[in-house]
């Protein structure tokens, strides 16, 4: 994970050096424009996706602890069927 922000990282280190030099600014401009436009939005709307992400956390383990306070029988219908053959 953190190579991949290093990598990142010197990737827009290179795309601003890039914008710097004439003729090759036309190319890395727009790139690194969009990836800034990308940032911001992504830290703008970061309480969202904290909000969502909780959300599926708390749905999740819900969906989890009704799985483990339910009997067996609910969850299977086949375990009924089992015991009812065995014991006829």
Same mark, same amino acid.
């Given at each position: ?15 601003? /050096?890039?914008?710097? =030099? !004439?003729?090759? $600014?036309?190319?890395?401009? !727009? /790139?690194?424009? +969009? =990836? /800034?436009?990308?940032? $911001?939005? +992504? %830290?703008?709307? +970061? ?10 956390? %708390?749905?999740?383990?819900? =969906? ?5 306070? *339910? !009997?067996?029988? *609910? /969850? &299977?219908? +086949?375990? %009924?069927?089992?015991? %009812?053959? &065995? *014991?006829?």
């Amino acid at each position: 994970m953190l190579t991949g922000l290093l990598y990142f990282l010197a990737f827009l280190l290179a795309l601003w /050096i890039m914008e710097k =030099i !004439p003729g090759v $600014h036309y190319v890395a401009k !727009p /790139i690194l424009e +969009s =990836i /800034i436009k990308f940032l $911001h939005f +992504s %830290v703008v709307h +970061s309480g969202l996706w904290l909000l969502w992400f909780f959300r599926m956390f %708390v749905r999740a383990h819900k =969906i989890f602890f009704k799985h483990l306070i *339910t !009997p067996r029988e *609910t /969850i &299977n219908q +086949s375990e %009924v069927a089992r015991r %009812v053959k &065995n *014991t006829l």
